[in-house]
């Protein structure tokens, strides 16, 4: 098939195709040439909806391609825009530029949740779902476009707008491990306690109670484990501030 006839190809697409591919194409600044790859790229697991071969259909698999793609654009601009970073400050960089925080942050400012085919209600998504739809949107447009769209729309939608060098240098990316690195450094025994915490509204939490040199310094609660540290660990390092060496 050309691409004039790839391009053009709406004869068989129906006025919700249509208004689909209108509310893309004016997310990605380009006319899709391949709406299935967008349309699976919003498609949930409990959908239950499977190709033409047979195959689940959901975002998952383009999730996992277009964090691939992130990393590899972002890692490739680093790399020309900060000539004298090495390995260790270039992956530091990137990670931020990429942390879950940052892509639920994309997801939520293009309001992706409102394309998801789901028999879930959106509001009981956590955040993650912004920046898994996010990712799962990049890998779509690496099938339907090749790199150099992908390249160009992380381009416009993710460095441009948000990667601020100065800023992100400054930027943390685990208060835990902040904490950790300031223990082990200082000889300081630390533990995270961690249990089970159920809310009044019977939501399952999870509760940490974090102990430096056998005495609790920070305590919080959240609905996972690893948020609920990071949270104490966040409040640890507030505490802590002037002691804790950041270089």
């Given at each position: 098939?050309?691409l004039?006839?790839?391009?053009?190809?709406?004869?068989?697409?129906?006025?919700?195709?249509?208004?689909?591919?209108?509310?893309?194409?004016?997310?990605?600044?380009?006319?899709?040439?391949?709406?299935?790859?967008?349309?699976?790229?919003?498609?949930?697991?409990?959908?239950?909806?499977?190709?033409?071969?047979?195959?689940p259909?959901?975002?998952?698999?383009?999730?996992?391609?277009?964090?691939?793609?992130l990393?590899?654009?972002?890692?490739?601009?680093?790399?020309?825009?900060?000539?004298?970073?090495?390995?260790?400050?270039?992956?530091?960089?990137?990670?931020?530029?990429?942390?879950?925080?940052?892509?639920?942050?994309?997801?939520?400012?293009?309001?992706?949740?409102q394309?998801?085919?789901?028999?879930?209600?959106?509001a009981?998504?956590?955040?993650?779902?912004?920046?898994?739809?996010f990712?799962?949107?990049?890998?779509?447009?690496?099938?339907?476009?090749?790199?150099?769209y992908?390249?160009?729309?992380?381009?416009?939608?993710?460095?441009?707008?948000?990667?601020?060098?100065?800023?992100?240098?400054?930027?943390?990316?685990?208060?835990k491990?902040?904490?950790?690195?300031?223990?082990?450094?200082?000889?300081?025994?630390?533990?995270?306690?961690?249990?089970?915490?159920?809310?009044?509204?019977?939501?399952?939490?999870?509760?940490?109670?974090?102990?430096?040199?056998?005495?609790?310094?920070?305590?919080?609660?959240?609905?996972?484990?690893?948020?609920?540290?990071?949270?104490?660990?966040k409040r640890?390092?507030?505490?802590?501030?002037?002691?804790?060496?950041?270089?």
């Amino acid at each position: 098939m050309s691409l004039i006839k790839k391009i053009f190809k709406k004869t068989s697409r129906s006025n919700e195709d249509g208004i689909f591919f209108s509310k893309i194409e004016a997310i990605l600044g380009f006319r899709p040439l391949y709406l299935e790859h967008y349309q699976k790229a919003f498609t949930h697991r409990s959908s239950n909806k499977i190709d033409n071969n047979g195959n689940p259909m959901n975002y998952e698999r383009l999730e996992f391609l277009g964090d691939a793609m992130l990393s590899a654009v972002i890692a490739a601009y680093l790399h020309k825009e900060v000539p004298t970073g090495d390995e260790g400050y270039l992956t530091k960089m990137r990670s931020k530029i990429v942390s879950r925080e940052h892509l639920n942050e994309l997801g939520k400012d293009l309001q992706l949740t409102q394309f998801i085919d789901s028999k879930i209600p959106t509001a009981q998504f956590g955040d993650n779902i912004h920046g898994n739809i996010f990712e799962a949107l990049v890998g779509a447009i690496y099938l339907d476009r090749g790199y150099a769209y992908c390249e160009k729309f992380i381009d416009t939608r993710v460095i441009i707008p948000y990667v601020d060098i100065a800023r992100l240098e400054g930027k943390v990316i685990s208060y835990k491990s902040l904490v950790i690195e300031w223990c082990q450094k200082e000889k300081k025994s630390f533990h995270y306690d961690t249990f089970e915490d159920n809310a009044i509204s019977g939501e399952r939490l999870f509760a940490v109670h974090l102990r430096i040199d056998e005495k609790i310094v920070a305590k919080s609660r959240a609905a996972s484990k690893k948020k609920a540290e990071e949270i104490a660990s966040k409040r640890a390092y507030f505490a802590f501030q002037e002691k804790i060496n950041l270089k």
